[in-house]
């Protein structure tokens, strides 16, 4: 391995649309203490990345590497790095710096990947699956015989969700934008779906539920789908909002209050406090996985040089599961 060899790299020198998204070479150098230097072999990419890319969400410093979760292999470790060692098959979930061929990294930012995942399958789950984990096992405990909406069931946490509610014993409501992609979540098993290109989703959910109320709603849409869902729920239930990817919905706080709704708006940090609880929730979803639970990982791959297109198609909803891109 050399340290002075020069390493693919995405950088935005300013924010903006995809086209701010800019193919080139950098040389990485030597892992300080406590860093190690890693080789991608596959990076996600998440809607946290169009929030960083486009301005929404702040960059310290410009020019910026974006990109959050990734999986590769260790090529060096810096001093004062005992638990890792060169040849690790390793992933991050929350990282900013994830789009490059070759990156330093602090060693407690990685988990080692089972022998039996490959990068592809790590670099697709690690984000998505921590988060689907923390809502139907934290933000709402889903108990048997519960009846959730999950909305934007065919994306990459939604899937998930999905699938895991499901299997946690809850009849599941998923929704997707279009209906295109109905038939892919009905094969994953989940109980109904509804197309919101072509159907009203409170006609539709009454029809399922026949006005009973559902016990939770999962929301990473925002605008386009939470005010109409919130009139869903039965009394004491619970709306969580994990995402506006539609932008920020109005909340009509009467209405909670009126009918003792909990609204949670969780984040992944707030249920990942420390090196304990990412061990023990990097567990479960790697054995959630490995049963069979998630169903197969087949995500849709770019090269890291069209990351433009591939932002341009996440953001028009061409995409559906998860999206990675190889070096």
């Known amino acids: 391995?050399?340290?002075?060899?020069?390493?693919?790299?995405?950088q935005i020198k300013k924010q903006g649309p995809p086209s701010v998204l800019e193919y080139s070479k950098q040389i990485v150098g030597e892992p300080g203490n406590g860093e190690v230097l890693i080789?991608?072999?596959?990076?996600?990419?998440?809607?946290?990345?169009?929030?960083?890319?486009?301005?929404?969400?702040?960059?310290?410093?410009l020019p910026a590497i974006i990109g959050v979760e990734a999986a590769g292999v260790v090529e060096a470790v810096g001093e004062n790095v005992v638990h890792l060692k060169e040849g690790d098959r390793v992933v991050y979930f929350f990282s900013i710096g994830a789009y490059a061929e070759r990156r330093l990294i602090n060693a407690s930012d990685?988990?080692?990947?089972?022998?039996?995942?490959?990068?592809?399958?790590?670099?697709?789950?690690?984000?998505?699956?921590?988060?689907?984990?923390m809502l139907i096992k934290q933000a709402y405990a889903?108990?048997?015989?519960?009846v959730v909406i999950v909305h934007a069931a065919a994306g990459g946490v939604g899937s998930l969700v999905s699938r895991w509610a499901k299997a946690l014993g809850a009849q599941v409501i998923g929704t997707v934008g279009s209906s295109s992609k109905k038939e892919r979540v009905l094969q994953a098993g989940i109980d109904?779906?509804?197309?919101?290109?072509?159907?009203?989703?409170?006609?539709?959910?009454?029809?399922?539920?026949?006005?009973?109320?559902?016990?939770?709603?999962?929301?990473?849409?925002?605008?386009?789908?939470?005010?109409?869902?919130?009139?869903?729920?039965?009394?004491?239930g619970t709306a969580v909002l994990y995402g506006n990817a539609s932008g920020a919905p109005s909340i009509d706080q009467k209405l909670l209050t009126a009918n003792q709704?909990?609204?949670?708006?969780p984040a992944l940090g707030q249920y990942l406090p420390d090196r304990e609880s990412v061990d023990t929730a990097s567990a479960e979803l790697f054995e959630a996985f490995s049963t069979g639970i998630l169903g197969k990982i087949e995500p849709t791959i770019y090269h890291l040089s069209d990351v433009a297109k591939a932002h341009q198609d996440l953001e028009s909803s061409q995409t559906t599961g998860s999206v990675i891109f190889h070096p």
């Open 1 to 10: 391995m050399k340290i002075t060899e020069e390493t693919g790299v995405v």
């Open 39 to 61: 080789r991608h072999k596959a990076i996600a990419l998440n809607f946290v990345d169009v929030l960083f890319r486009n301005g929404s969400f702040p960059v310290n410093q």
């Open 110 to 133: 990685l988990i080692k990947i089972p022998d039996n995942i490959h990068f592809d399958e790590a670099a697709s789950l690690m984000a998505k699956g921590l988060t689907a984990r």
């Open 142 to 146: 889903i108990k048997p015989g519960d």
């Open 192 to 236: 109904h779906v509804i197309a919101l290109d072509k159907e009203d989703l409170g006609v539709a959910v009454h029809a399922i539920i026949h006005g009973e109320g559902v016990q939770a709603v999962f929301d990473g849409v925002g605008k386009a789908t939470f005010e109409e869902s919130v009139k869903l729920i039965k009394i004491g």
């Open 261 to 265: 709704i909990k609204l949670v708006r």
